[in-house]
């Protein structure tokens, strides 16, 4: 009977220690509201920017500081759900939303999207969906305002027309956006879901201690 006992105590153990990857009905449901919640940002945000993109061409590759704002359903997304795929979900989900309601851009949109979510997963998977303390999150965010970056100077009609150097301040900036936008305020918004209550049934609820 002790024994019977000890191992299921083990079991139990490596069960709390290992994350699930199976993802539930409430993490689909959760970062569906994630991901719509950031699309209706993204396309509101692609208002404003449109309305400055004459005058953000004269200021020398800083545009890409704005960058950010369309990255943090990504990152968010994964560190609340903290599940594979998380992070591109959210991301391409609020791409789609903001897509359908009407942008600028039309269907790149969803393009960027997949390159973005699929840049703070990449970050993410690299310590195999296990830290979610701040250094995590904020090298997913750089890395998404890198992939963001890169995509805007290579294929966009105003960063690639950017003479080189100015692409390089573009991309810089959007390195930091990505930083601060998409990764640290990212990381404040989930510790806020999570001393609220809303995040219960979420290990990112119920472990705040990590995500320091």
Known sequence: ???????????????????ARRWR???IVVASVIGVASGVVFWAW??????TDVLLSF???FQGIFNGMWLFAGVLGGIVIRKPGAAVYTEVVAAVVSMLIG??????????GIVQGLAAEIVLALFLYKSWRLGVVLLAGTVAGL??????????STAAALAPERQFVYVASSIVS?????????????????????????????????LV
């Open 1 to 19: 009977m002790s024994v019977r006992t000890s191992t299921t105590g083990r079991e139990a153990a490596t069960a709390t220690k290992t994350p």
């Open 25 to 27: 009905v409430v993490d």
């Open 46 to 51: 692609g208002v404003a920017y449109y309305g």
């Open 59 to 61: 200021s020398g590759g």
């Open 103 to 112: 942008t600028q851009w039309g269907f790149s949109v969803l393009i960027w």
């Open 147 to 156: 992939a963001v970056g890169l995509m805007d100077i290579t294929f966009s």
């Open 178 to 210: 990505g930083l601060v936008i998409a990764g640290f305020l990212s990381w404040l918004a989930a510790r806020g879901l999570a001393r609220s209550g809303a995040l219960n049934r979420f290990a990112s609820g119920r472990t705040t201690e990590t």
